[in-house]
């Protein structure tokens, strides 16, 4: 079974709409990260977060890490076709400024303008 | 900007070939990733280096997989004889990892992959 579930696996929404993209794991997290992958492209840092309740905005986008740390939302506030791609959490699950991080198998989000 | 440089972009071979993916991670970076990305599997650590030594590679296939750093501006990956069920991308990604400070491990900065097809 994947350690990281990643919900929904796709998305589809309409130009301006709110979306909710979550990871969850029966371990804790360490550490969570969210990046963003274009096809044909490698992935792009968007945040991390290590605090349980933490959470951190940059432009419309918004990330949580719940109080357990076993689960985090990515939320896009008025999305836009920029935003349409692939998004993977990847998360420390060991722990002790572990290196490996392992990742969901990613959400595709679909922005119809 | 800095970006982590991969070579080639695409690649497609016939089994038994020898494979041979380049990277040039970040001036100043002291970790070096390898994963290869797949469909069904996803994104899957294959090897691991902090200031050139290899420190996992506990996900390669060892019998036909290597990885290797021979100088701080290139890390390779072999696969040798290739076979189809080796197809997927393959993408390398640096780091900076600092002794003592949390979070250990800052961002990751990703290349743009290998896309390798195994006929």
């Known amino acids: 079974s994947q350690e990281l579930e990643q919900s929904p696996q796709s998305l589809i929404v309409q130009e301006g709409k709110n979306l909710t993209i979550n990871c969850t794991s029966s371990?804790?997290?360490?550490?969570l990260y969210w990046y963003k992958q274009k096809y044909g492209e490698g992935l792009i840092f968007l945040m991390m977060?290590?605090?349980?309740?933490e959470e951190k905005s940059h432009e419309k986008i918004t990330a949580k890490l719940d109080e357990k740390k076993q689960q985090s939302s990515l939320h896009i506030t008025a999305s836009q076709p920029s935003h349409a791609g692939i998004y993977l959490c990847?998360?420390?699950?060991?722990?002790?400024?572990?290196?490996?991080?392992?990742f969901g198998k990613g959400t595709l989000l679909t922005v119809n303008p | 900007d800095a970006r982590v440089t991969q070579t080639p972009r695409h690649k497609v071979t016939e089994m038994g070939q020898e494979v041979t993916m380049r990277c040039q991670p970040i001036l100043g970076h002291n970790t070096v990733f390898w994963y290869r990305q797949t469909m069904m599997q996803g994104l899957e650590l294959l090897a691991y280096f902090r200031n050139r030594a290899p420190l996992d590679d506990s996900g390669m296939p060892k019998d036909r997989f290597s990885a290797e750093m021979p100088d701080a501006t290139l890390a390779t990956l072999k696969i040798q004889p290739s076979e189809p069920r080796d197809s997927a991308v393959y993408f390398c990604?640096?780091?900076?990892?600092?002794?003592?400070?949390?979070?250990?491990?800052?961002?990751?900065?990703f290349g743009s992959g290998t896309q390798l097809s195994v006929l």
């Open positions: 371990k804790t997290l360490y550490g």
């Open positions: 977060l290590q605090k349980g309740g």
């Open positions: 990847g998360a420390d699950m060991r722990g002790g400024s572990n290196y490996k991080l392992t």
């Open positions: 990604a640096s780091g900076s990892r600092r002794r003592g400070i949390l979070p250990a491990n800052e961002k990751l900065f």
